[in-house]
């Protein structure tokens, strides 16, 4: 009762406040018109777009950046675990002077960083590196071609899930084979073979239906093909640094649990020391990294909220904007909690699912 009694304290001095400053209250004003410029979108946008659809813009740019950032620092998170319980030394103390740095430091000022001293020290674009044909780097973005589908995509789509799924279907008669018979058969590099081939062949029986867009330099920019902007490019970049140092010490902790006597049966038995990593330590280690890895995930989308100290349109950044246009302050917010919410409980339950597989259970 005393919780309600204060919620509902809360609610009505909010709302008195609103009719004070002749603020309307409700959610009626997503369908009005934005006249909000947003640079980078995922789907079709133009200002006359009402602020609902704008909001959308940004939730899914911070979608885009959340997940991108997840993949690529847990790949490097892992690197770094590895390398700091290597044998070799240089490998090992380079990895902990990165733990040690990146934790130490602030996420906005690696951001700061990356954006206006890495970034910004790239060439003009009519100065741009070019990587390759079509991939250039300036301190405008990186471009790269824009992949598009031709005649015959629709088939060669089909042909690729038909891929995936015999890929699939043949990992797992891999394992299952392994527990019936105990021989081993590489169910991941068979099942990646299938599925290259299939797709390989599929693509040039449907006459190549996959074009590209390569950009272009006209007048002071890139026209066409496929752009990174500096904004998102800092974002992820520092992102990936900043949480791969945190994921990093669990991966170092989840293998330094697994018992010393394992490692050495396998020494004796000869197995090498890659084979040990990949099919001894990093295995068990998931049941002590998973836990600590969901916080870590949690707080990097959290953390995506700082892209509006650098100009990205994220949810957070677009959401100021429609504030400071028609003070719905409380209902922007409530949707900003709702969609982070949502997002991390997504991410919760997919990590205690994995986390259920991997746990150790005692017969």
């Not at 934790?103 to 700061?112: A, S, T, V, W």
């Not at 589908?149 to 042909?159: S, T, Y």
């Not at 295995?283 to 995930?297: E, F, G, H, K, S």
């Amino acid at each position: 009762m005393a919780v309600l009694g204060v919620a509902y304290l809360l609610f009505s001095n909010t709302q008195r406040n609103l009719e004070i400053r002749g603020i309307e209250s409700g959610f009626a004003f997503l369908w009005q018109e934005a006249g909000l410029p947003i640079g980078d979108s995922l789907i079709d946008y133009d200002p006359s777009r009402g602020y609902g659809y704008a909001f959308l813009v940004g939730v899914l740019n911070t979608l885009l950046v959340s997940i991108l950032a997840i993949v690529f620092a847990t790949l490097l998170g892992i690197v770094v675990g590895v390398s700091r319980v290597s044998k070799n030394w240089l490998l090992a103390k380079c990895a902990s002077i990165y733990v040690e740095t990146l934790r130490n430091l602030p996420l906005l000022l690696i951001l700061f960083f990356v954006y206006t001293v890495v970034l910004a020290s790239f060439p003009h674009p009519r100065e741009a590196i070019e990587i390759a044909e079509g991939y250039y780097i300036s301190k405008r973005g990186i471009y790269l071609p824009r992949p598009l589908a031709e005649d015959g995509f629709a088939v060669f789509a089909i042909a690729s899930v038909v891929a995936l799924v015999l890929a699939l279907v043949f990992w797992r008669w891999a394992r299952n084979y392994k527990v019936r018979t105990g021989r081993s058969v590489s169910g991941f590099w068979g099942g990646l073979a299938i599925f290259v081939v299939l797709c390989a062949l599929s693509y040039f029986a449907s006459d190549k239906p996959i074009g590209s867009e390569l950009p272009v330099y006209k007048g002071f920019n890139f026209k066409g093909g496929f752009a990174l902007k500096p904004e998102f490019a800092a974002l992820l970049l520092g992102l990936v640094l900043y949480t791969a140092a945190f994921i990093g010490e669990n991966v170092r902790s989840g293998i330094q649990s697994v018992h010393a006597g394992q490692i050495e049966a396998a020494n004796a038995l000869g197995v090498s020391s890659g084979v040990v990593t990949r099919q001894v330590l990093l295995p068990q280690a998931l049941r002590v990294t998973i836990p600590a890895t969901t916080n870590d995930y949690a707080s990097l989308v959290k953390n995506s909220s700082l892209a509006v100290a650098i100009g990205y349109p994220d949810m957070v950044s677009v959401g100021g904007t429609i504030i400071g246009q028609n003070g719905q302050a409380v209902e922007i917010i409530a949707m900003w909690m709702a969609v982070y919410l949502t997002i991390n409980l997504f991410i919760s339950l997919g990590m205690n699912v994995l986390n259920a597989r991997v746990q150790i259970v005692e017969r």
